[in-house]
């Protein structure tokens, strides 16, 4: 805990200060310089008002860390399957428990999932907490954070990782607020501390600006993670993982949810799957013209995908969009066409392994992530590399 | 139906920047506006009022200058609003977010249904909804893209999942989050805004609420703490083509033939 106190004799210039805050929240009144509520505590007045503001760190009862043990990874199971952002998850658990000694914990909850939990354990738990009862077919808030409620009250882990899926998402916040704790929603990285503080990296004010969470005087520390952001571990030898099966009571399971229909929506294979990518941007400058980048994209053997504001314009599926707001994806090759890469944007594929950009802007920011960065036309470039991939096949 | 809507103020602006040299934030204007995702959270509310009857309450929480956005929605019919206000407020994470605001919400009356939108553009965690509903006590689904209808008791909503199409039937009180385009939010309405000029709204600081603990609030009472910012890491292995189409073009497609981008339909 900490708050700002300010030093209204070391103030030279107000205006100077009111600049400071990106966020307005630095009044001047006459000489007098004030924090308002709109305050978000990014704390760049310490650091830049030349000791006008300083950051007091109240004493506070620290909790006993040594008695929350265990990274948890909170399982995802879609369609019967376990959702691989669960391995994703797992293989950062078992790397960050290893730094401290802790075990991995995977919580599967569901409706005839036992038998998922060996894949839990091939994947790094050490002992998987399996809730499985009719009440959980679909996920309702209530019984599923009623299950996970039970588990980390029996187990009591440091950290517990979750999908940020939509279940994930609606879950983690609800056990954050059960347990009075911190949850950082969309981390991108994630390390742990000797003493078991959770360093998540998560873009911040979106995302221009990458900000390094802490949780250092509660637990658990809750973090979601979303597909695709870390890579799938290798299997290990299935080991001898503990499983425990607990069973609710029929009062936690109670739930003011009812599910009345469940229809299966028509198979889109998610660009989250696809190895290559072709990415439109504004640079394209009319509907028709995704049928070019669509040609290079099957000849690629990849998926189309875009921009937030192609997708808006109704250019493109809403589940073809890539950034903050979209999907992240993690190709093996991603070539953006016309995309000056907005940092929302770039959020959602920076993780690609190979990024080439085509923007006839010299300036434009995808320069700045791209690995191979062509300043063209793609009006010119990408008809030209269609012709040639045609000829190179009908030459074979 | 009495139904609170949460609305929050972001900056007009997401790009916020930092210069890597100096590590100072560069404030690109400081006009702001009512958190997009928050219109259509305001429209759904406002097509059940016209279904169902009943009342719209706004919330916020922010500096006194975030009263632009309750005015807003008064413009877009919204009937009452009331604004979270203290210095003791800020530097609130998510989890005191949601608790002041479930104070707030409290502060402001019964209600049977909030609605929140899907998230702010500013924050960007899309989690407030649920740990909202969470210290309310109350069911809660996220990410809802149709209303079916609503009887007494209860709400009957559809929720757009990655591999369903989900129809819930959820006991009201309640809070849902609602998609983006579930409705076409409406435009401000000239004549309201003449008929609200003068509404007043609710200003809640903490002595107003049932909670006025102020070591719950704030930064004070936030679990997370930012320990440092910093720009985001630029790409280091880096080429820059330049040159005539034709010969980027050839470059390009040797570059895929290379890394055997091209061999697998053949």
């Not at chain 1, 929302?344 to 700045?368: H, L, T, V």
Request: proline residues 6%.
């Amino acid at each position: 805990m900490a708050h700002i106190i300010i030093h209204q004799e070391k103030v030279a210039d107000p205006q100077e200060l009111v600049r400071l805050c990106p966020f307005g929240a630095i009044e001047a009144d006459g000489g007098r310089v004030e924090i308002t509520s709109g305050c978000r505590m990014c704390r760049n007045c310490i650091k830049r008002g030349n000791g006008v503001f300083e950051l007091v760190e109240d004493a506070s009862p620290a909790i006993d860390k040594s008695r929350w043990r265990g990274i948890a990874v909170i399982a995802e199971v879609e369609e019967g399957a376990v959702h691989p952002v669960t391995f994703e998850l797992l293989g950062k658990a078992k790397e960050l428990a290893a730094k401290i000694g802790h075990p991995v914990y995977a919580l599967l909850i569901g409706s005839g999932v036992t038998p998922l939990a060996g894949k839990l354990a091939e994947y790094g738990a050490d002992e998987i907490h399996v809730y499985d009862q009719e009440a959980f077919r679909y996920f309702r808030i209530e019984p599923c954070t009623a299950a996970a409620e039970d588990f980390i009250r029996k187990v009591r882990p440091s950290a517990v990782l979750v999908g940020g899926t939509p279940a994930g998402r609606s879950l983690a916040p609800r056990l954050a607020a059960r347990f009075r704790t911190g949850l950082t929603a969309d981390c991108t990285r994630l390390d742990i501390s000797e003493n078991t503080d959770l360093d998540q990296i998560r873009p911040a004010y979106g995302g221009n600006i990458m900000a390094h969470i802490n949780t250092p005087r509660h637990r658990p520390q809750f973090a979601t993670v979303r597909y695709k952001i870390f890579p799938i571990p290798a299997k290990t030898a299935a080991s001898a993982a503990k499983i425990v099966t607990v069973r609710l009571p029929p009062e936690k399971l109670l739930s003011g949810i009812e599910i009345l229909d469940a229809e299966p929506k028509e198979k889109l294979r998610g660009i989250e799957e696809a190895e290559v990518i072709v990415a439109a941007g504004r640079g394209v400058r009319k509907p028709e013209d995704l049928a070019m980048l669509q040609e290079l994209a099957e000849l690629l053997d990849g998926r189309l995908a875009g921009t937030r504001a192609l997708v808006e314009a109704g250019w493109l599926d809403a589940r073809c969009q890539i950034g903050l707001s979209g999907r992240t994806v993690k190709p093996k090759l991603i070539i953006t066409c016309g995309v000056s890469g907005a940092v929302q944007f770039a959020a959602g594929m920076n993780g690609s392994e190979r990024i080439i950009a085509i923007n006839s802007d010299p300036e434009a920011p995808i320069f700045n992530i791209a690995h191979i960065g062509i300043r063209g036309d793609l009006y010119r470039i990408v008809p030209e590399l269609i012709a040639g991939i045609k000829q190179s096949r009908r030459e074979d | 139906m009495r139904i609170t809507v949460c609305i929050k103020q972001v900056p007009g602006t997401s790009q916020v920047e930092i210069d890597p040299e100096t590590g100072v934030l560069k404030r690109d204007g400081v006009e702001s506006k009512m958190n997009p995702f928050d219109l259509y959270a305001l429209e759904t509310a406002l097509r059940l009022k016209q279904r169902y009857g009943g009342r719209i309450t706004v919330v916020s929480m922010g500096p006194p200058q975030a009263q632009a956005v309750i005015r807003e929605a008064f413009m877009m019919g919204a009937d009452r609003g009331f604004l979270l206000s203290d210095r003791k407020f800020g530097g609130a994470d998510v989890l005191v977010t949601s608790y002041t605001l479930s104070q707030g919400v409290r502060a402001a009356g019964d209600f049977d249904l909030i609605i929140c939108g899907k998230q702010t553009t500013d924050g960007d965690t899309a989690q407030v909804g649920a740990e909202l509903a969470e210290f309310l006590g109350i069911p809660h689904i996220a990410g809802v893209c149709r209303i079916e209808g609503a009887d007494s008791s209860s709400l009957t909503v559809v929720q757009d999942l990655p591999l369903h199409r989900l129809t819930a039937k959820i006991a009201m009180p309640c809070l849902i989050t609602v998609e983006k385009d579930i409705y076409e939010p409406r435009l401000p309405s000239y004549k309201l805004m003449c008929a609200t000029s003068d509404r007043e709204i609710g200003v809640l600081t903490l002595a107003d609420l049932a909670d006025r603990d102020a070591s719950h609030y704030g930064l004070n009472g936030s679990p997370t703490q930012v320990k440092r910012i910093f720009p985001p890491e630029k790409s280091d292995r880096q080429e820059k083509w330049d040159g005539p189409a034709d010969a980027l073009a050839e470059r390009l497609f040797k570059y895929l033939d290379e890394h055997k981008f091209l061999q697998k339909l053949g």
